[in-house]
């Protein structure tokens, strides 16, 4: 199966792998410079930029997944609010012009992560 992971920004190891631990994501890996966190099919892999300014990052990434409702949930549980402003913030799946179901969540780094729903198989 040919595979793709997302490289993303972390200002702090410890506190990226705790913020993806409270969704359900596990560690994989970690050194002083590399951080890979896995829930079920998703590997998530992170770079340290201390100096990653959130309001200001640009970093983004599509999750195309079975069930991105349950991720929302994980994060709601987490305490992550649904405002419209700010980080950490999660946006619940909605239906887009694209005739895709998806949602946003926002990490403690302001990194866009899109949840896509896949399409059921023809």
Not at 13 to 24: H, I, S, W
Not at 27 to 53: N, Y
Not at 56 to 73: E, H, K, T, V
Request: proline letters at 6%; hydrophobic letters at 40%; a negative charge.
């Amino acid at each position: 199966m040919d595979q793709a992971t997302p490289n993303l920004p972390s200002r702090s190891f410890d506190q990226t792998e705790r913020f993806y631990a409270a969704l359900g994501f596990e560690r994989e890996w970690r050194d002083e410079g590399w951080l890979i966190l896995a829930r079920g099919g998703l590997t998530l892999e992170f770079f340290l930029h201390p100096e990653i300014d959130p309001a200001n990052n640009w970093f983004s990434c599509c999750l195309r997944m079975d069930d991105i409702d349950a991720l929302c949930d994980a994060a709601i549980a987490a305490g992550i609010g649904e405002q419209s402003e700010g980080w950490p913030r999660i946006h619940r799946p909605k239906l887009e012009t694209s005739s895709e179901r998806i949602g946003y969540l926002v990490d403690l780094d302001g990194t866009l992560l899109r949840l896509v729903a896949n399409r059921p198989a023809i």
